[in-house]
């Protein structure tokens, strides 16, 4: 039987199945099922846990071999079959399929896989799974509904968040769940039982002292000069691509040229920041940088961002050299138009 991770709980009160598949390529959430399956069947008398790694060199005999293995700490045990990646073969297919023929009563088997293609899907062991136990599908969680998946998750843990502050959110997080796991709780203990705004998310990420692109972008709004620098540095003995820097720089200049020319068009200025998700205190800062920039400047800025990509892309120059002129010129430092 196939289900959705949200119905696994309510699952779990029927009697045990023998055999329990999870597979998906969302990392977060097929830990949070497996610890969810784990926590009950352990609660239900089965105390034992051995864990098989399907590796190359892996004999699946072992699998039959665990199986019939008499205990002598606990009547009832969970064999978990890690996966991974791996494909199964004729061979393993078979002793699979002989497993759930003959089932052990008193031991459940619990098989993680990563997502599993369509071939896998029409195999006889995926179909004997479904026939015999539960298959768990993880699917990725889409970016029109990771606002309300943060929003949800935010409630199971007492928070409550202003819609900004989960837009902002989102936009840090690109669709990492575990990272937007450790945010909300990362926020949990900064603002247990207040409502978070879209400030308090920008201060907890800064308050981490972690040096990223959104505080070298943040630096260079902000005209700290020697920040800047320090930043830029880092970033590059940490090893960090210049195309990821390139991103954040270009698509902040893009914004400024957008606010500028909103403005002179006489659009207010939330819609801009909301059209170019500009949250919270940053609005202010962007306002202000589009003020004490002039459009040529701006204009030249991406176009040596545009040199830079050339430069990632091979040709002569060294493109973290030009990430640093564009960001010294972002944060007020006179350059030649040549630098």
């Known amino acids: 039987m196939k289900i959705k991770p949200e119905q696994l709980a309510s699952k779990l009160s029927q009697q045990p199945a023998p055999v329990y598949l999870v597979t998906g390529d969302e990392t977060l959430l097929i830990e949070e099922s497996c610890d969810l399956l784990r926590q009950h069947l352990h609660s239900i008398g089965f105390s034992e846990r051995e864990t098989l790694h399907v590796e190359s060199g892996f004999k699946w005999e072992y699998l039959l071999e665990c199986a019939n293995a008499l205990s002598l700490f606990a009547e009832q045990k969970i064999i978990e079959l890690r996966l991974g990646s791996q494909k199964l073969n004729k061979q393993s297919s078979e002793i699979l399929r002989e497993y759930l023929q003959r089932p052990a009563e008193d031991n459940v088997l619990l098989i993680i896989a990563n997502k599993l293609d369509a071939s896998a899907k029409k195999s006889a062991w995926f179909k004997a799974i479904d026939q015999q136990g539960i298959i768990v599908e993880i699917w990725p969680i889409d970016l029109q509904q990771l606002p309300n998946w943060i929003n949800q998750r935010a409630r199971q843990i007492g928070l409550t968040l202003e819609n900004d502050a989960i837009q902002l959110l989102c936009e840090r997080i690109e669709g990492n769940l575990l990272a937007a796991k450790q945010e909300l709780d990362k926020l949990n203990l900064l603002y247990a039982g207040q409502n ?119 040709e002569p120059g060294d493109a973290w050299l030009t990430l640093t002129g564009i960001i010294l010129q972002l944060a007020g430092v006179e350059l030649s138009l040549e630098y």
């Open 196 to 314: 978070v705004t879209v400030d308090m998310v920008m201060d907890s990420v800064s308050d981490s002292s972690r040096y990223d692109i959104y505080g070298l972008t943040e630096a260079a709004i902000l005209q700290q000069v020697p920040r800047c620098t320090k930043i830029i540095d880092v970033l590059r003995q940490e090893g960090t691509e210049a195309s990821v820097a390139l991103w954040a720089i270009a698509r902040d200049v893009r914004s400024l040229i957008a606010l500028q020319s909103g403005l002179q068009k006489g659009t207010p200025f939330d819609t801009l920041c909301q059209r170019e998700r500009i949250w919270g205190n940053r609005k202010n800062q962007m306002r202000n940088a589009a003020q004490r920039l002039s459009n040529d400047q701006l204009s030249l800025m991406l176009n040596r961002c545009a040199d830079a990509d050339a430069q990632i892309k091979g």
